[in-house]
């Protein structure tokens, strides 16, 4: 939000002293080509997808244009898509939850680091976010597997039996897989922040006799909220619509909202109502999105105000 | 390790290695099963083998989906890329009606799940006639890595000076020859680095892509992915090693070009 109002206030700085008539248009013709590709390719898609949501959907008929509000009434009441839609919320509760803890105290370590270390951990906290989700799934499944490493370790400790134990298809399996996928995110969210934040405020607390945790509590945490609140969103609106790791790890016996659109539209072929799932869903993403970002927003001004 | 232990103490460097282990042991043990002698899933492995890596050459379907991938890649990001140039000039130089709406019509793939953009390009694409070609997943591909070209090459011209640029102008060069000779070479890093980022998030592009694909235009994550849903053998931890070395080395070269942090802070 703050981009956008930074940008049209530089806009406004930077607008041109000549208002010629075909001048006006010059914004129109170098937008022009985006908003065309957008409109078509985003605009249409969606529309239809929204109409598609309100055929009709026969086993043997296929889909007929007969308009019906079955598939959203499917959806919002039935209680397998309450369960569906439940386990998603929870697992990306449970996921953002995992990378607050882990990834923003990550970020304040690296960011104390001396130079060569700092650059490099940085580089192998965020690298794993460009390679391809399904090489890291792949390497969870080589993991937490029936006879992976982490079994035969806690066999090793004689912690589990000696058939070995798998976390496959387990929300658990689903959420560390998640977790490591998602907490980058919560890394580089924190650090910008951290950018921002004057290390010698904490300096000037220890020095004044605060206890290095009070320090952390009470000086460092609250200047990195904003990144950790910002991370969050992220990770949350996420996982809420995460495909390829609950699908690899969690498969058919732990359907999240994701998952169960891919059943619908590849499987069982009842498009219209993988329509519904997916508007629901999309739906649900910009109110969450849209609601935490007012509330953020509000949260922070008080603050500001008050101080 | 001589990280600064004078600030960082004894419990945070704990934390910080378990972290470490965290987020490369799925990427470690990807790396060590490819070189399994045995043909099925083992480790820790018994001794060391390129066999399965000589496999991927006796596979032509992955080293297709490998190069589909790429060109998908290339030519989607390069299409973002021009589309981009000019709608960042716009919306950075220009205040005009239908401003804040554009904004948000191009960043707002970044708030529509690709799971609801699959199903959605899956339906148009199939209505219209051209669903499962090439043309159709570039379309599909251009439409999600946008904002990530235009958010960087917006942020390069914002930062500009346009005096030079003005300048140029008023001594009588035209505004294409200002912008291609002053404004281009200015944010060139921006584009680049945008170029970048939306080439790697085309290239590991699944889950939309999975609805868009079809057998014969499909790309290396969809491959991988309905491969997995079948087995899982060595194979697939030696195409997965493959793509590790890949990425890391195009890392390398985006984070001297560009900055990691500075560019990934773009993605989320």
Redesign the interface.
């Known amino acids: 939000m703050s981009e956008?109002t930074?940008?049209?206030r530089?806009?406004?700085r930077?607008?041109?002293s000549v208002r010629s008539r075909s001048l006006?248009w010059?914004?129109?013709?170098?937008?022009g080509?985006?908003?065309v590709?957008?409109?078509v390719?985003?605009g249409?898609?969606?529309l239809?997808?929204l109409v598609?949501s309100f055929y009709t959907f026969d086993y043997t008929a296929g889909i007929s244009e007969t308009l019906t509000l079955s598939n959203y009434t499917d959806v919002l009441f039935d209680g397998y898509f309450h369960e569906i839609f439940l386990r998603t919320y929870e697992i990306s509760l449970i996921t953002t939850l995992c990378c607050v803890v882990?990834g923003a105290?990550?970020a304040y370590?690296?960011y104390?680091?001396?130079r060569p270390?700092r650059s490099i951990?940085?580089?192998?906290?965020?690298?794993?976010?460009?390679?391809?989700?399904?090489?890291?799934t792949?390497?969870?499944?080589?993991?937490i597997?029936g006879?992976g490493?982490l079994s035969q370790f806690m066999q090793a400790l004689g912690l589990a039996g000696t058939r070995g134990f798998s976390l496959m298809y387990t929300q658990t399996g689903v959420v560390i897989?998640m977790v490591?996928v998602l907490?980058?995110?919560m890394v580089?969210?924190v650090?910008?922040s951290l950018r921002k934040v004057d290390l010698s405020t904490g300096d000037a607390a220890l020095s004044l006799g605060a206890k290095?945790f009070t320090v952390l509590r009470r000086v460092i945490f609250p200047q990195v909220l904003p990144g950790v609140l910002?991370?969050s969103l992220?990770i949350f609106?996420l996982t809420?619509?995460?495909?390829?790791t609950p699908?690899?790890i969690g498969g058919r016996r732990l359907k999240v909202?994701?998952t169960s659109?891919?059943d619908e539209?590849?499987s069982t072929m009842n498009?219209p109502l993988?329509?519904s799932i997916?508007?629901v869903?999309?739906v649900l993403?910009?109110v969450i999105?849209m609601s935490y970002s007012r509330w953020v927003e509000r949260r922070f001004r008080r603050t500001l105000g008050e101080g | 390790?001589?990280?600064?232990s004078r600030?960082?103490?004894r419990a945070?460097?704990a934390?910080?290695t378990l972290?470490?282990i965290?987020?490369?042991?799925?990427?470690v043990?990807?790396i060590l099963?490819a070189f399994t002698p045995e043909g099925y899933?083992s480790?820790p492995t018994h001794g060391f083998s390129l066999r399965w890596f000589r496999e991927i050459l006796a596979r032509p379907d992955f080293i297709k989906a490998f190069y589909q991938s790429l060109n998908l890649g290339l030519v989607s990001a390069t299409l973002a890329t021009v589309?981009?140039i000019?709608?960042a000039?716009?919306?950075?130089?220009?205040?005009?009606t239908g401003?804040?709406f554009?904004?948000g019509?191009?960043l707002?793939?970044l708030?529509?799940?690709?799971?609801?953009?699959g199903?959605?390009?899956?339906?148009?694409f199939s209505?219209i006639g051209i669903g499962g070609t090439f043309a159709s997943l570039v379309?599909?591909h251009?439409?999600i890595i946008?904002p990530y070209t235009l958010r960087l090459v917006?942020a390069a011209v914002?930062g500009l000076d346009?005096e030079t640029e003005r300048a140029a102008i008023s001594l009588g060069a035209s505004p294409w020859t200002g912008f291609r000779r002053i404004t281009l070479p200015q944010i060139l890093p921006g584009v680049a680095g945008g170029w970048m980022l939306a080439f790697?998030t085309s290239?590991?592009e699944?889950?939309m892509t999975?609805?868009v694909a079809s057998p014969g235009n499909t790309t290396?994550?969809v491959k991988?992915?309905n491969y997995?849903e079948q087995t899982?053998d060595p194979l697939?931890?030696s195409v997965?090693t493959v793509?590790?070395v890949l990425?890391?080395a195009?890392?390398l070269v985006?984070?001297r070009f560009y900055g990691?942090?500075r560019v990934?802070?773009g993605?989320?």
């Not at chain 1, 951990?121 to 890291?136: A, D, E, Q």
């Not at chain 2, 199903?119 to 148009?124: D, K, W």
């Open positions: 956008m930074l940008e049209s530089m806009a406004g930077s607008r041109p006006a010059i914004p129109f013709w170098l937008t080509p985006a908003a590709f957008f409109l390719l985003l249409m898609p969606l239809m997808t598609l882990l105290p990550e370590i690296i104390r680091m001396r270390w951990c940085l580089l192998i906290t965020l690298g794993p976010l460009l390679i391809s989700v399904v090489v890291r792949l390497g969870w499944v080589l993991l597997g006879n490493l897989a490591h907490v980058p995110f580089i969210s650090w910008a290095p910002s991370g992220i609106a809420a619509s995460y495909f390829a699908s690899i909202v994701a659109v891919y539209y590849l498009w993988g329509a997916s508007i869903l999309l993403n910009v999105v | 390790m001589s990280v600064d600030r960082n103490g945070a460097l934390f910080h972290f470490m965290f987020l490369l042991a799925p990427l043990v990807v099963v899933l480790y589309l981009s000019p709608a000039l716009a919306l950075a130089r220009f205040r005009f401003r804040e554009l904004n019509l191009f707002s793939p708030m529509i799940p690709h799971i609801v953009l199903v959605a390009f899956l339906r148009f209505q379309f599909a251009v439409v946008m917006l914002m346009r790697i290239f590991d699944l889950t999975v609805f290396l994550p991988m992915y997995i899982i697939l931890a997965s793509i590790i990425t890391v195009f890392m985006l984070d990691l942090d990934l802070s993605k989320g």
